[in-house]
């Protein structure tokens, strides 16, 4: 079947560097596994439009970078072998802020020794000569080789400002034009400079007692772009005396930074004004924070910022009647305010979504940052940790590595209706195969349908299914891929990736997913010729595999299982129920799980034709856990107004027939109160305290502040016999002896001030007094658990 595809490639004209050698993806048919759709009832639905193509997706959204610091063996057959999997459209060097001190053929010889850093306090310069540095520039070079992939490198534009020649924008220029030479046409994109309008940067503040062409001690756009008109020609004309086609990039600021002071206010303006047609693309750079716990707020992070970042600067390029030039995003990734999403599979899922999201809206290239780094970032771990094999990828290898393969060459025109949670990335491979991306950013799973617009389906379609472990229900470490999960010391599983089969089915009817909360699935459907025909059910009856009708094990599931004819039915949805949800429970894709010993009906209705059939499931052997707690006070009063009251706390256990009701007490400051193992608080001295109740079974954790009120001021005297000072009244020396371990003890005077501490004594303890006044004095012990008072009297 001949198809004809109408394509819409607004802003994507012949100038888009990043498309001149734009190809037709080829798509790779997966092994794979006969896999039965699911009965769940579709929740949401994407519908594509094979007719609508609305732009070409550039091969170089999908870049990585690598960093000269990392580590001298980071191009080992390890991380090349497992980048050969990712396969990267191309790699970034030398790695951020070094790229302005970075001099690839070593020292140029007109350095000065200090700078001046943003404040203007003369730092040192501290250049990195690349030469010194493993991996160098040639080794990078032989690393993409071996991998097959293309680069970005970011030349030194920051010489450009604080070298000493007496014309040090022309000397860095040939400096990097040399750097050209010596690529000999390996490397394909260029960028000038990094963040060159940050303060952090080597060069945006200079000295200008030490340069010789007259700049001003703070750079402006204005300036750069005028520098990048020198870079841009001679590094041309060096590529072109090698026989090569270069493409070179420009900084500009992805905001509007009208509030900001200089030089970002103008930056933009500066830069429009004199780059003019000599650059291919522009630069930017951002990171995806949240000031939110949530995954979902990582993830509206990066979708918000993706799109917002393309409408302004689309708008700013119009606002400065710029030439229009495709984006980069050079620099990204997640920003980690928690300390524990870089690491986990909410990173890999906000890859997805970023580099998903700036295919779609025409982004040129982007480079996510970073191969690896240290202990807690990178792709690939680089730590001290033994345990850890070494170069041990992280979750989000895997969901780059599947994105990928699954994401196809241009991109398709879809709708999602149903849930504001699920996302989908629908493009077109060669031999009218399409590729679907669908990220479920809820907590809920999700049954979705998919519907293709002016096409006709062909015979088969395969999907793969990436989901988190139980380690964290949220940022979950560890990546499943179709319920394979890691090996040993993994976070993914790793040894297997290659031979995992996709599951799949035949294109005989409707094809529905299943997409679990926090989860992506890649997706290749066969579009064709065939349509798909209605059939209705005529009987639906349900069972469990081996006709099994109980369940002993504590909380133990039973999947429910429909057989309906014909089998070929359109519509094989079912909705479920249960008779009773505190004997057991069942979801919508009839999976029952048990809670209570009893008995209970698992019912199904089928959503075509209302037919219905039931099993009656035996639970037996459950053992009652505790699901919540609570803590009450009498009259909800959580304050002590008397000398030495006292407050019962009760703790509220939920279900109230759970069989470990154990709880254990503690309070944060035992000097203002106690409290015993029945929950029962005792005042000793004003102040707020914090009960603590947690319980054995679920560590399950509540806490109330009791106000205490009312005490004598001053410091309770109690004589306990197992604290004893002696001889008492004393004169030199005075012996403290107590039955249970102290861990310190405080001497004071009977105003309560603290003249003495005395750590970690024995069970006898002497101590001298010989410049003590006379009077009467106290001795405090410190326990673990409690504090004892006992006075004695100074002759």
């Not at 039955?739 to 303890?765: A, C, H, M, R, S």
Request: glycine share 8%; charged share 15%; hydrophobic share 35%.
């Amino acid at each position: 079947m001949a198809i004809l595809i109408a394509v819409n490639l607004s802003g994507q004209g012949s100038n888009n560097c990043f498309l001149k050698d734009f190809a037709v993806k080829k798509a790779v048919t997966p092994p794979y596994l006969n896999y039965p759709r699911t009965t769940g009832i579709p929740t949401t639905t994407v519908t594509i439009d094979f007719t609508d193509t609305v732009s070409q997706v550039s091969k170089y959204i999908f870049g990585n970078a690598l960093a000269v610091w990392v580590s001298p063996n980071v191009n080992n057959p390890t991380v090349v072998g497992y980048l050969k999997k990712l396969n990267p459209s191309l790699i970034r060097f030398p790695g951020g802020s070094w790229s302005n001190v970075y001099f690839w053929g070593g020292n140029p010889g007109d350095l000065p020794s200090t700078v001046p850093d943003g404040g203007g306090v003369k730092v040192s310069l501290s250049p990195k000569f690349g030469v010194n540095f493993t991996p160098t520039f040639d080794s990078y070079l032989n690393m993409r080789d071996s991998i097959g992939t293309q680069g970005l490198v970011t030349i030194n534009y920051g010489y450009a400002r604080y070298g000493l020649s007496a014309h040090p924008a022309e000397q860095a220029a040939h400096y990097a034009a040399n750097w050209v030479r010596h690529d000999n046409g390996h490397t394909k994109f260029w960028e000038i400079g990094n963040e060159n309008a940050g303060s952090w940067e080597a060069g945006w503040r200079i000295d200008t007692a030490k340069n010789k062409d007259g700049q001003p001690l703070i750079i402006t756009g204005k300036l750069y772009g005028k520098h990048v008109k020198i870079f841009v020609d001679s590094m041309k004309k060096a590529a072109a005396e090698v026989g090569a086609e270069i493409y070179i990039g420009a900084i500009i600021d992805q905001f509007d930074a009208n509030s900001y002071p200089e030089p970002d206010k103008s930056w933009n303006k500066g830069v429009f004004s004199e780059v003019g047609d000599s650059v291919d693309f522009y630069v930017v750079h951002n990171y995806f924070g949240s000031n939110g716990p949530t995954p979902q707020s990582f993830f509206n992070s990066a979708l918000t910022s993706i799109d917002g970042m393309n409408s302004f600067i689309q708008q700013n390029i119009v606002d400065n009647g710029a030439k229009n030039k495709p984006i980069a995003l050079t620099e990204w990734n997640i920003s980690d305010n928690l300390g524990n999403v870089k690491t986990s599979i909410v990173n890999g899922m906000q890859g997805v979504l970023a580099m998903s999201e700036m295919a779609k809206l025409g982004y040129g290239m982007s480079c996510r940052w970073l191969i690896a780094n240290w202990d807690a970032d990178g792709m690939f771990y680089h730590g001290p940790l033994s345990t850890i094999p070494a170069w041990n990828p992280r979750p989000d290898f895997y969901y780059l590595t599947y994105l990928q393969k699954y994401f196809g060459s241009n991109y398709l025109g879809s709708s999602v209706t149903g849930s504001a949670n699920i996302k989908a990335y629908t493009t077109l491979f060669d031999s009218s195969r399409i590729g679907i991306v669908l990220v479920n950013m809820g907590n809920t799973d999700q049954t979705v349908g998919i519907n293709l617009q002016n096409s006709g389906y062909g015979n088969r379609y395969y999907y793969y299914s990436l989901t988190g472990g139980t380690d964290d229900p949220n940022f979950s470490k560890f990546v499943y891929v179709n319920d394979s999960g890691p090996e040993a010391n993994r976070w993914g599983p790793l040894a297997k990736l290659d031979s995992l089969k996709a599951r799949s089915d035949t294109l005989g009817f409707p094809v529905k997913i299943r997409s679990p909360r926090l989860s992506v699935q890649y997706i290749l459907l066969e579009a064709g010729s065939n349509t798909l025909p209605l059939v209705n059910v005529d009987s639906m009856s349900v069972y469990t595999e081996n006709d099994i009708t109980t369940i002993t094990v504590d909380n133990g599931t039973l999947q429910c299982l429909t057989r309906f004819v014909p089998s070929n039915v359109t519509d094989n949805g079912v909705s479920w129920s249960t008779s009773d949800s505190s004997v057991a429970t069942v979801d919508q894709y009839g999976t029952i799980k048990a809670i209570y010993n009893g008995i209970v009906k698992i019912m199904a209705i089928s959503s075509d034709g209302g037919l219905k059939d039931s099993l009656t499931i035996t639970v037996s052997n459950q053992r009652y856990e505790v699901t919540g707690l609570a803590l009450t006070t009498v009259k909800n009063i959580k304050s002590i107004k008397t000398a030495g009251g006292t407050l019962k706390i009760t703790p509220k256990i939920t279900p109230a027939y759970a069989e470990d009701t154990t709880v254990t007490w503690s309070v944060n400051d035992t000097t203002i109160a106690v409290i015993d193992t029945t929950g029962l608080v005792t005042a000793r001295k004003n102040g707020n305290v914090t009960v603590t109740c947690v319980t054995h079974d679920g560590n399950y954790t509540k806490t109330m502040i009791i106000t205490i009120s009312g005490q004598p001021t001053g410091i309770p005297i109690t004589e306990l016999s197992d604290l004893k000072a002696y001889p008492n009244p004393a004169w030199n020396s005075l012996t403290i002896e107590n039955e249970f371990p102290v861990q310190y003890y405080e001497i004071l005077n009977i105003d309560g001030k603290v003249l003495n501490t005395i750590n970690n004594p024995g069970l006898k303890t002497v101590i001298h007094i010989d410049n003590f006044k006379e009077g009467i004095y106290l001795i405090r012990a410190h326990t673990r658990t409690d504090v004892k008072v006992v006075k004695f009297i100074k002759l």
